[in-house]
Nanobody
Framework: QVQLVESGGGLVQAGGSLRLSCAASGRAFSSYTMGWFRQAPGKERVFVAAISRNDITKRYASSAEGRFTISRDNDKHTVYLQMNSLKPEDTAVYYC?????????????????WGQGTQVTVSS
């Protein structure tokens, strides 16, 4: 079991930056592959980024590539999502997720644990 709590969301102008954090508690954090997903109003939850347990491999959605960076600190039991050059279409609730395999899955059904989400709003 792992509990996830996101923070760092807010309102930002287009072109701005935000850094999301996801703090984990419970079973060994380093045993989980971590992911970020987002869900805009009226739309399905979609993949944003994932990071391997050892912080070596990362995977991004095409919409995030080049603008977002996922990272983790296993000592602090925290995963981050640095978001730069934000666009209004990035507006969504962002969720942190964890799963216990080594595969960097991009579908939400492969993740076992979820945080409550943090709202990101990008104004034009």
């Amino acid at each position: 079991q792992v509990q996830l709590v996101e923070s760092g969301g807010g309102l930002v102008q287009a072109g701005g930056s935000l850094r999301l954090s996801c703090a984990a508690s419970g079973r060994a954090f380093s045993s989980y592959t971590m992911g970020w997903f987002r869900q805009a109003p009226g739309k399905e939850r979609v993949f944003v980024a994932a990071i391997s347990r050892n912080d070596i491999t990362k995977r991004y959605a095409s919409s995030a590539e080049g603008r977002f960076t996922i990272s983790r600190d296993n000592d602090k039991h925290t995963v981050y999502l640095q978001m730069n050059s934000l666009k209004p279409e990035d507006t969504a609730v962002y969720y942190c997720a964890a799963q216990g395999t080594a595969v960097l899955y991009t579908t939400s059904d492969k993740y076992d644990y979820w945080g409550q989400g943090t709202q990101v709003t990008v104004s034009s």
